[in-house]
Nanobody, 120 residues
């Protein structure tokens, strides 16, 4: 399973960015349970930003109302639309996919990370 993320960059506070992540090399016997985005700011632990299982979606409190996650199951792709960006949104954003493989659920795969920098 490979996850390819794109869309990071430098933006001014109040601006917008869209991150995209496509999962590939998915065996037909695999099931993607959920996909999401995590971020890690300098000196801080990685934290959940948003996650979707298709039926359920969750957001970090700090991004509710500003970020929207969406998933395209046909393309095994997840997008994160980020609006009204703040300097505290700065960090490396990682795409994650949690799969059921055989009888084993919630096996995690991670993308390479994409830098998001919000200037004040």
């Amino acid at each position: 399973v490979q996850l390819q993320a794109s869309g990071g960059g430098l933006v001014q506070a109040g601006g917008s960015l869209t991150l995209s992540c496509q999962a590939s090399e998915i065996e037909t016997s695999f099931t993607i349970d959920s996909m999401g985005w995590y971020r890690q700011a300098p000196g801080k632990q990685r934290e959940l930003v948003a996650e979707t299982s298709g039926e359920n979606t969750s957001y970090a409190d700090s991004v509710k109302g500003r970020f929207t996650i969406s998933r395209d199951d046909a393309k095994n792709t997840v997008h994160l639309q980020m609006n009204s960006l703040k300097p505290e949104d700065t960090g490396v954003y990682y795409c994650a996919a949690f799969l059921t493989i055989g009888t084993m659920p919630d096996i995690a795969f991670w993308g390479q990370g994409t830098q998001v920098t919000v200037s004040s």
